[in-house]
T-cell receptor, first 117, second 112 residues
Framework: DQQVKQNSPSLSVQEGRISILNCDYT??????FLWYKKYPAEGPTFLIS?????DKNEDGRFTVFLNKSAKHLSLHIVPSQPGDSAVYFC????????????????FGKGTKLSVKP | KAGVTQTPRYLIKTRGQQVTLSCSPI?????VSWYQQTPGQGLQFLFE???????NKGNFPGRFSGRQFSNSRSEMNVSTLELGDSALYLC???????????FGSGTRLTVV
């Protein structure tokens, strides 16, 4: 029973265009969402996050949108660059939990993004 | 500032053997979490240790265990290895919760 779903295993876009990666979740207790980027043989690298009190967070070329009623979030990359080619993971947690020990994330299975020059 | 260090990077073991993987967190980080990454299942949470205590555990059999030492370094152990245990094992450390959550490069375990 997957709580975080990334239904597109792969996505191919042209350099300079927008990449949109989607993620759906089922658990309404999730309160904090993150996107990670992963290259082969490396650990995931944090990209951007969003708390459920927001519906949008922007960081340079990366923007994450959250639709709580639809339990859906998306990552927009504009403009896409060849160096963005990697596997992107969506992850969720019940809370940021600064003071506690909830150091575990529920991940989707990832979407492999290919940006063609 | 050193990142999360996992050793060894690569490991080949035979079915039925046991294996121990090591993770050194970022200095000052007290929480260490372990994940298994396989092509079919993505990243799955194994367990989390905080101040030498296991705080959370994922849905894995008892063959998977771990511990954390007083210096926050952590080890995970897999006994009676099966072919399906072949995976990339990732460790993440944080100050607490998700604050500063950082992954290591992982240990690639191959069971033959």
């Amino acid at each position: 029973d997957q709580q975080v779903k990334q239904n597109s295993p792969s996505l191919s876009v042209q350099e300079g265009r927008i990449s949109i990666l989607n993620c759906d979740y089922t658990n309404s207790m999730f309160d904090y969402f993150l996107w990670y980027k992963k290259y082969p043989a490396e650990g995931p690298t944090f990209l951007i996050s969003i708390s459920s009190i927001k519906d949008k967070n922007e960081d340079g070329r990366f923007t994450v949108f959250l639709n709580k009623s639809a339990k859906h979030l998306s990552l927009h990359i504009v403009p896409s660059q060849p160096g963005d080619s990697a596997v992107y993971f969506c992850a969720a947690s019940p809370s940021m939990n600064y003071g506690g020990s909830q150091g575990n994330l529920i991940f989707g299975k990832g979407t492999k993004l290919s940006v063609k020059p | 500032k050193a990142g999360v260090t996992q050793t060894p990077r690569y490991l080949i073991k035979t079915r039925g053997q046991q294996v121990t993987l090591s993770c050194s967190p970022i200095s000052g980080h007290r929480s260490v979490s372990w994940y298994q990454q396989t092509p079919g299942q993505g990243l799955q949470f194994l367990f989390e240790y905080f101040s030498e205590t296991q705080r959370n555990k994922g849905n894995f059999p008892g063959r998977f265990s771990g511990r954390q030492f007083s210096n926050s370094r952590s080890e995970m152990n897999v006994s009676t290895l099966e072919l399906g245990d072949s995976a990339l094992y990732l460790c993440a450390s944080s100050l607490a919760g998700l604050y500063g959550y950082t992954f290591g490069s992982g240990t690639r375990l191959t069971v033959v």
